[in-house]
């Protein structure tokens, strides 16, 4: 199909710029760019999410848990979209950065390594987003609405396992920390030279402070935590489930 097929061999990724420009986040799309992202915000809280807040969601409480999280997860969706709308000049300066690249390996040989290796993954790329548009123009129609349960199960796997990862981080920049001050401690220092001393001693001192991963510079993270807070949001899921068996 020449839909999926790249029309420009080394050009940066056109098919998901251009579908940037429809919804309005590239530069210079001016005050019709800024209409088409804010028109595409308000359809969606306009058409779905207004009518829900202003009619309610019932008066069962299992209704306004998933209504009020429906809500919670388009505002999400939305906030990052804002955010990615204000860094629009960093993208298209990485796009510049990326399309330069391209550029000299133009001037490569078309059977050297790195200039097959940039195309078929220039290639792949539009591929794949190719792709995942036309899955999410067709999924709503083709799927039951028990997707939605597929798509919230994927979205808490990936959150769960970016919390581990950097709770795992976290640990070992503990540890890490923890070993250089063992080691400077059983340097010897006091045998070595005043300045080297002075220098360990910096070290011993900044190493009485802990360092790690915070949330928020106030909430320490670390693998331990991650298990306390797994078991406890298990936890008030068992409780919420008995809740909501025993009003049905």
């Given at each position: 199909m020449k839909f999926f097929e790249l029309q420009e061999s080394m050009a940066c990724t056109p098919f998901l710029l251009h579908f940037l420009q429809i919804l309005g986040l590239r530069r210079g799309e001016g005050h019709a760019g800024l209409l088409r992202f804010v028109g595409g915000l308000l359809a969606g809280w306009t058409i779905l999410w207004i009518p829900k807040a202003f009619f309610g969601f019932g008066d069962e409480l299992d209704l306004n848990i998933r209504g009020y999280s429906e809500l919670l997860f388009m505002f999400n969706i939305d906030a990052r979209a804002i955010i990615f709308y204000l860094n629009i000049a960093k993208l298209d300066e990485f796009v510049d950065l990326v399309q330069n690249v391209f550029d000299q390996v133009t001037k490569l040989s078309p059977d050297s390594t790195t200039y097959t290796t940039i195309l078929k993954s220039n290639q792949a790329l539009d591929r794949i987003a190719k792709t995942y548009v036309i899955f999410a123009a067709v999924a709503g129609v083709v799927f039951s609405p028990n997707m939605n349960a597929l798509n919230l199960l994927v979205l808490l796997?990936?959150?769960?396992?970016?919390?581990?990862?950097?709770?795992?981080?976290?640990?070992?920049?503990?540890?890490?920390?923890?070993?250089?001050?063992?080691?400077?401690?059983?340097?010897?220092?006091?045998?070595?030279?005043?300045?080297?001393?002075?220098?360990?001693?910096?070290?011993?001192?900044?190493?009485?402070?802990?360092?790690?991963?915070?949330?928020?510079?106030?909430?320490?993270?670390?693998?331990?935590?991650?298990?306390?807070?797994?078991?406890?949001?298990?936890?008030?899921?068992?409780?919420?489930?008995?809740?909501?068996?025993?009003?049905?």
């Open positions: 796997i990936l959150i769960t396992s970016q919390t581990f990862l950097l709770c795992q981080y976290g640990n070992e920049l503990t540890e890490e920390s923890f070993a250089v001050a063992t080691e400077a401690y059983n340097a010897q220092w006091t045998e070595l030279p005043v300045d080297v001393q002075k220098g360990v001693g910096l070290i011993l001192q900044r190493a009485q402070k802990w360092e790690g991963i915070t949330a928020a510079r106030f909430y320490q993270v670390n693998v331990e935590r991650f298990g306390a807070m797994v078991q406890t949001s298990y936890s008030i899921y068992v409780v919420l489930k008995d809740r909501l068996a025993s009003k049905t």
